[in-house]
């Protein structure tokens, strides 16, 4: 059995245009606290969705679109519901969880939870289920490669009691966890929870993992959140207890030369209201509105890493006490502290940029990366259109925004999950995402590249 370490951070239960602009991340401080029983509006709905398995994807022809290639895998169990969950001063829906990590050989390994209940974790190429690992009656709420060509996943039961399991990369069983205990209930982010996320992240020779916690003893909903260590997945300790709350949004990202964790929450209370690293008041990144009940202006995207440190993308609406203006981009230290202001890649009021992603174009050397690029994007919910650009790790644009594809249906050109933590980078520097729509067996994925050497993309 391979001895590693496990960091667990729980979440317990209690227009563009070319010109970037920078704000401050800690905003002067105002009355933001509005009338409780503002439950917010839902104006963005998935719900009714249909399935087609047709996809479009020459209507775009621009700099970034050029240079994306796309893939088609029939999966064996098509994926469960869009559900509905708290977002940018809303109530609003999200399509299935999917949990993808790129491996070698040009293939990928996804994670879903199928319309029969089942989890399930494949590997894909271009075109085919290359294997299939099955979880009867436990849906899948994480999923990371370990660096060793196995993998760890996230697996919740009907009892509430999530747990962590390490695989082989041929799917044998290393070890299991418990990753709660007592009265602690896991709530599914696609299921019992309307509010937050659940993550797992690898770094170095430990998994790190986020998720919605309800204490059912206390009474306490949806409020803190713990950091576990694991010694070869059997002890389970507390070493800090109380965390966002509630968060509303969260993720956590390790660097992946320096193998340092860093989670992130969006959170409508404590420590404060807004984007706050390590549920720290001292490493606020960006101040929100909110009310305590659900509703908070920020909402997270992505995270990647840069030289010395990660830049995180967001979207968030403008109010009276909080300056925003749609999808920003902010840099922090490797100890969560904001390194930089808010930078807004769009120039708008907020209320339609949704679902923000981001990712490191390009690999590390001896001197440092190979270029200071990161692929952005994020999605219009007034036309459903996806945009994609490249940015420095400034926000500048290096390659402008431009539109990729419109959503017609369940049937995108280029897309991604909503608020999926969708971008990843692969060995080769190239970034990778995939979307799964609900109770569609189809699984969609992307790989971008703009390197000189690279031979032109072709889609499948």
Known sequence: MTLTTLLSLTLLACGSDDTATTTDSAQSPADDTPDSGDSGRNTDTQDTQDTQDTWDLGAFEGTVRAQIESFQVTLPDPASAAFTTYGTWEQRSLNPRLYLDPIADDQLRIGWTGESGTGHVAVVDSTTVVSTLDFDGLSVQGLANDGDGGFGVLLLP?????????????????????????????????????IG???????????????????????????????????????????????????????VRTHPEHGRFVPVC?????????????????????????????????????????????????????????????????????????TSGVTWLTDTDGEHERDSAIARIGT?????????????????????????????????????????????????????????????????????????????????????????????????
């Open 158 to 194: 009907s009892d509430g009691k999530m747990i962590l399991r390490r695989y082989t990369a041929d799917g044998g069983l290393l070890w299991e966890s418990a990753m709660t205990s007592g009265n602690e209930w896991a709530m599914s982010p696609s299921g019992s929870s309307i």
């Open 197 to 251: 996320d659940s993550r797992l992240e690898w770094g170095g020779s430990r998994f790190a993992s986020y998720f919605v916690i309800q204490d059912m003893g206390s009474g306490h909903h949806m409020d803190s959140y713990m950091l576990t260590w694991i010694e070869d997945g059997a002890d389970y300790g507390d070493v800090w207890g109380t965390g966002c709350s509630h968060g509303m949004s969260q993720l």
């Open 266 to 338: 969006s959170s409508d209370a404590y420590p404060d209201h807004g984007i706050y690293a390590w549920r720290d008041s001292g490493r606020r990144l960006y101040r929100a509105h909110a009310n305590g009940a659900g509703l908070v202006s920020a909402e997270l995207g992505g995270m990647t890493g840069t030289q010395e440190g990660l830049i995180l993308s967001f979207n968030a609406n403008q109010q009276d006490c909080c300056d925003a203006k749609g999808v920003g981009v902010i840099n922090l230290d490797l100890d969560g502290y904001p």
């Open 364 to 460: 590390a050397n001896d001197d440092g990366y190979t270029a200071d690029r990161y692929l952005v994007g994020w999605r219009q919910t007034d036309d459903d259109s996806f945009l994609l650009g490249v940015i420095d790790q400034a926000g500048a644009w290096q390659v402008p925004a431009e539109i990729v594809s419109v959503e017609m249906g369940s049937a995108p050109g280029v897309a991604w999950g909503r608020r999926d933590d969708a971008f990843s980078t692969d060995a080769q520097g190239r970034v990778v995402w995939g979307v799964l729509f609900q109770k569609s067996d189809t699984f969609q994925w992307f790989r971008y590249s703009d390197f000189a050497d690279e031979p032109a993309p072709t889609t499948q």
